[in-house]
């Protein structure tokens, strides 16, 4: 039987990268999965390609409102809400801290922060009751940058490391009834944008450059594509996982090998 077999699931940023590998292994998997993203394009490719499978909402996860859109659209089309992946990200494309001036770095800051961490809490906030009456999960998209150094400069990394706490307290406070685990990615090849108010600092690298530096950077020299990952969330949303929380799968080529922990 399929592993996610009539579960319905609940994915921010899942028009593109990441998100999108996880959307299309989990309905191959069985799930119906509602998809909240700022990509309108990226989304109506979804639902060409999934149809019923499928709810889609445009929408930003800065907007707590779109999140309980969302969330009633899972539950009004599938039933209920078994699990929710918190994904929608964006990055800093390793921004020296020293060369940033501090109205960029503020500006920065808050779009960053407002993405990465209240995104996450937002989407947790919206989808909590409803997941406590399946007794389901949540997963939230971390990276190598919850745990090292120089995954991102310090935006990114700091909002990862702020993710990982949303994680581990929730896990706390949620048990017994939701689960609350991670997927912590290494360097994938995919579209994540660089916002804007850090672009002027930085060198936005071709797909060549970043396939070589990802491979460089991990131990199994892997070029990672998103759907290396896929195997990670699967396990973590699927029933098999039950007696797993607070925990992060990381896929990163083996980070930790290189003994920076
Ligand atoms: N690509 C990597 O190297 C890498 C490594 C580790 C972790 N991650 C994490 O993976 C997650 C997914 O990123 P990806 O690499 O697949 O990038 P991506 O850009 O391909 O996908 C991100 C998706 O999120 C959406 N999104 C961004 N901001 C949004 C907002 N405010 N509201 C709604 N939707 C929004 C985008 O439209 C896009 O569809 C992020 O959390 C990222 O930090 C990525």
């Given at each position: 039987m399929a592993e996610l077999s009539g579960k319905s699931v609940y994915i921010t940023g899942?028009?593109?990268g990441i998100g999108r590998a996880v959307v299309e292994e989990f309905v191959k998997e069985g799930a119906f999965v509602t998809v909240l993203d700022r990509s309108a394009e990226g989304l109506k490719e979804l639902e060409q390609q999934f149809g019923e499978k499928v709810r889609t909402i445009t929408g930003d996860v800065t907007i707590y409102e779109d999140h309980q859109r969302a969330v009633e659209t899972a539950v009004e089309a599938f039933g209920k809400l078994d699990v929710l992946i918190s994904n929608a990200g964006v990055f800093d494309a390793f921004a020296k801290f020293v060369n940033v001036t501090p109205e960029a770095m503020s500006e920065a800051y808050d779009i960053l922060f407002s993405i990465n961490v209240k995104g996450s809490f937002f989407a947790a906030k919206a989808a909590v009751e409803e997941l406590k009456r399946t007794r389901g999960n949540i997963i939230f998209t971390l990276s190598g940058a919850s745990f090292y150094p120089d995954g991102g400069g310090v935006w990114y990394t700091a909002s990862k490391h702020a993710q990982l706490g949303l994680l581990r307290q929730l896990a706390f406070e949620l048990a017994p009834d939701v689960r609350v685990n991670a997927v912590a990615p290494g360097g994938t090849l995919t579209a994540l944008s660089v916002i804007a108010p850090l672009r002027p600092f930085v060198n936005i690298v071709d797909n060549e450059t970043k396939a070589k530096s990802i491979k460089t950077r991990n131990p199994l020299k892997i070029v990672m594509?998103?759907?290396?990952?896929?195997g990670a969330y699967l396990l973590l949303a699927?029933?098999?996982?039950?007696?797993?929380?607070?925990e992060v799968i990381s896929s990163d080529g083996g980070l930790v090998v290189r003994g920076l922990s």
């Open positions: 899942g028009a593109s594509a998103s759907e290396d990952h896929v699927s029933d098999k996982a039950r007696a797993i929380t607070g």
